[in-house]
């Protein structure tokens, strides 16, 4: 019976081993989601300068054909 030993060290090991994934691929969900949200809000942000610059971009009269007043 040298191999229920060794069978229940290998088993230790392994659940062990499961126990750090799952410990792993808890803290790697909660990393993704926070860089989700952070994703989301910087989106949101550039989505807002952008149509804040398109807004300030038609406010601006600038007639294509007229010189500068230096020349």
């Known amino acids: 019976m040298a191999n ?3 069978l229940s060290d290998r088993i230790d090991a392994l659940e062990m081993r499961l126990s750090y994934q799952d410990e792993t691929i808890e803290t ?6 926070a860089q989700w949200k952070q994703i989301d809000t910087l989106t949101r942000q550039i989505a807002a300068l952008s149509e804040r610059l398109q807004q300030a971009e038609s406010s601006v009269a600038t ?4 010189r500068p007043p230096h020349y």
């Open 63 to 66: 007639p294509a054909n007229e």
């Open 4 to 6: 229920d030993g060794s």
């Open 28 to 33: 790697l969900n909660q990393t993704v989601t």
